[in-house]
């Protein structure tokens, strides 16, 4: 596995400052987090450990409270209705899987949905949502996730596309953080370092690269961008990819007809926002 000298070292003094959030296990799951120094890349190539490809059924929302596990982010619809529900459950399935094969993490195989009004949000640390040009958040919504979020909690926004879908993100985004820039995630930023050396960040394409060869699904969303929004001490609390879908990457990696190497980015990244998060 590519990694950063200092991985270790980084993850356990981390680990002193424990942070935040009202999680039991944190500490857990930051020691845990260090067996991934002796784990190779060659483990994120080897596609049998996820589940075939076919018809998943629905999941349940509610399920075994384990060591981590994958939170979905389900939001109320804006301009078109809510699109939370795009690529579950089978891209937090494979994740999820990835996950507990890389870290030893004890994980849950499926996930679990949470909306911002759910009573145990701030027991889970990571947070995911897709196609957030459809999302909108009432007033006390937007403050008990501004809350989530500056008491150590992460977001990863993913897919979603072009101009149109931008500003209607933003329009969210200013719901929660009203005062906070979005700034560009530099590309020698440590996050893309820890535990996996990115060095070329891909733009990982939707499905219709197998029928298209397009990496990109609007005329106006060729350009891939990585942006963030960081807390008072510089911390991200926000991690967005515009104009990407790591999502699809986990989707559609037991599928052959998806580049193995759009794949093996979608994990690696999000291996490494996981490790900043358990660690900042």
């Known amino acids: 596995m590519r990694r950063g000298p200092r991985l270790c070292a980084t993850i356990q003094d981390s680990s002193r400052s424990a942070r935040r959030l009202n999680m039991g296990r944190r500490l857990g799951l930051i020691v845990a987090a260090v067996t ?59 994740f999820s899987q990835a996950v507990e094969r890389l870290t030893r993490i004890d ?17 889970y640390p990571w947070l995911y949502a897709v196609e957030v040009w459809s999302w909108a958040f ?11 979020l500056l008491r150590g909690g992460f977001l990863m926004v993913d897919d979603f596309h072009g101009e149109y879908e931008w500003q209607a993100f933003v329009e969210g985004m200013r719901s929660i953080f009203p005062d906070r820039p979005i700034e560009d995630v530099p590309a020698n930023e440590a996050i893309y370092s820890l535990p996996y050396e990115i060095e070329e960040r891909l733009q ?14 609007r005329h106006d969303g060729v350009t891939p961008h990585w942006r963030g929004i960081r807390d008072s001490r510089g911390r991200w609390m926000v991690l967005i990819s515009h104009n990407i879908d ?16 759009f794949t093996r980015q979608a994990y690696e990244v999000a291996v490494n926002y996981l490790i900043y998060d358990m660690t900042h």
């Open 204 to 217: 990982v394409p939707g499905p219709g690269y197998m029928s298209s060869g397009m990496l990109y699904e």
């Open 107 to 123: 994980v849950h195989p499926d996930g679990h949905v949470l909306s911002p009004n759910t009573d145990d949000l701030f027991d």
């Open 138 to 148: 009432s007033d006390s919504q937007a403050a008990r996730l501004r809350e989530y």
């Open 36 to 94: 991934l120094c002796t784990v190779t890349s060659a483990v994120l190539a080897q596609r049998g450990f996820r589940r075939g490809y076919g018809p998943i059924p629905d999941q349940p929302l509610t399920g075994e409270r384990k060591e981590w596990t994958f939170a979905r982010l389900a939001y109320d619809g804006g301009r078109s209705g809510s699109r939370w529900d795009v690529d579950y459950p089978r891209a937090e399935m494979h």
């Open 246 to 261: 790591y999502g699809e990457g986990w989707e559609q990696a037991d599928n052959p007809a998806y580049p193995e190497p």
